[in-house]
């Protein structure tokens, strides 16, 4: 049994009500089908983690109708709420909205990073956005105040989350999109209790690592990049998905899930798959 539960979303791209992104994703209903998903499942979740560009364009009403429909979901859930900067938000309208902070109170030069404890596993939150600028950076303060961050190691290790992937990427948009200078992360991160690194951005699933440490781009909740476009081409895809990171025994596994509706292949109680498994495993000796 999982000792953890961590959903991500990734990339919602909430618009305000009417509107669809690219004229034609209703990413506001991808959101709560999703939602509805997790409801129906009955599983423990202790945390939503939003990892970045939550609204298309930072405008507060889309912010507000994010908050009104993964919240009371995470309340029904008893998970907390971990919500993270991405290149399409924009600070003080997420940090009032989101955070709940005083928009006065709100520099929107300063990043936003945060620390949550979830059931032991800590989960830092850090704001690779810089205004006006699609690439990702993390600014040297942040190093230090990660650096800080780190020394004391947590009971369950910890999740980081940026929204930038700090990796590689074979397609040359999301290439020239990633985190700058990836190398300083991975100085503060060597011999730390980081056990993932979880990030979105790329509208694709991958994996790959950094310092020793893995690294997993979530799929986008929005639409799809095609990672194997005809020659030439930049292409986006209608389908969409989301991530679950659950903490087993010292590992920290990421599973993606599609939830593009689809056809039920076939549906059995989990009780008798698992029956079948183990007779065929004693039968197998």
């Known amino acids: 049994m999982s000792a953890a539960t961590i959903v991500q979303l990734t990339d919602t791209h909430i618009r305000p009500a009417g509107e669809r992104v690219h004229g034609m994703v209703d990413t506001y209903a991808n959101l709560t089908h999703v939602l509805q998903q997790l409801r129906a499942s009955r599983q423990r979740i202790d945390a939503l983690v939003l ?16 908050r009104s429909a993964v919240e009371p979901v995470a309340e029904e859930l008893g998970a907390k709420t971990v919500y993270v900067m991405g ?7 997420f940090a009032t909205e989101l955070l709940g902070m005083d928009s006065a109170a709100v520099d929107p030069g300063a990043p936003l990073d945060q620390v949550v404890d979830v059931a032991g596993l800590r989960v830092i939150a850090l704001d690779s956005t810089t205004p006006r600028r ?16 780190l020394r004391e190691r947590a009971r369950q290790g910890t999740l980081l989350v940026l929204h930038h992937p700090p990796i590689p990427s074979p397609v040359a ?5 990633r985190l700058a200078r990836p190398e300083l992360l991975a100085e503060v991160l060597a011999d730390s209790d980081v056990r993932l690194i979880v990030c979105g951005h790329n509208h694709l699933t991958a994996a790959a690592a950094l310092a020793g440490i893995p690294v997993w781009i979530g799929p986008a909740l929005a639409y799809r990049i095609d990672p194997i476009a005809p020659a030439g081409r930049h292409r986006g895809l209608l389908g969409f998905g989301y991530s679950r990171i659950d903490l087993l025994g010292s590992a920290l596994v990421a599973t993606a899930i599609e939830a593009t509706p689809a056809e039920i292949l ?20």
């Not at 990892?51 to 994010?66: K, Q, W």
């Not at 699609?134 to 961050?149: I, T």
């Open 134 to 149: 699609h690439d990702g950076r993390l600014e040297e303060r942040q190093l230090d105040w990660l650096a800080d961050q």
């Open 266 to 285: 076939y549906e059995r109680p989990e009780q008798d798959v698992l029956d079948q498994l183990a007779a065929l495993a004693t039968e197998a000796g």
């Open 173 to 177: 948009a999301t290439e020239y999109l």
């Open 51 to 66: 990892s970045g560009d939550l609204t298309d364009t930072g405008s507060p009403e889309a912010y507000r109708r994010l």
């Open 87 to 93: 290149n399409h938000d924009e600070r003080t309208a």
